[in-house]
């Protein structure tokens, strides 16, 4: 199994920025490619960003230029940095696998203020 374990959440003003980190311990092999998704109160889960073994990356629409996601393989870790944060950004934050999801961590919070 893998587990996930977000950081780097927190309380932001409109226009700011975060890094957000995913740390990745136990059979990480098993997970060539990695996604961060977000959950905003009240809606549904949604994907993000992903990248695989190559360092390619995917990004949902909405994303806009604004978020850049990265990992390092050889320390299981992934990051996702936040441009011109949005109030429509306040979510918690989660990483798992992009095409089979393990557990879920507990997520980072991340609130935008205007």
């Known amino acids: 199994q893998v587990q996930f374990v977000e950081s780097g959440g927190g309380l932001v003003q409109a226009g700011g920025s975060l890094r957000l980190s995913c740390a990745l311990s136990?059979?990480?092999?098993?997970?060539?490619?990695i996604a961060w998704y977000r959950q905003a109160p009240g809606k549904q889960r949604e994907f993000v960003a992903a990248?695989?073994?190559?360092?390619?990356?995917n990004y949902a629409d909405f994303v806009k230029g604004r978020f850049t996601i990265s990992r390092n393989i050889a320390k299981n870790t992934m990051w996702l940095q936040i441009n011109s944060l949005k109030p429509e950004d306040t979510a918690v934050y989660y990483c798992?696998?992009?095409?089979?999801?393990?557990?879920w961590g507990q997520g980072t919070q991340v609130t935008v203020s205007s």
């Open positions: 798992n696998g992009r095409f089979r999801q393990g557990s």
């Open positions: 990248i695989d073994g190559g360092g390619n990356t």
């Open positions: 136990g059979n990480t092999f098993t997970y060539s490619t």
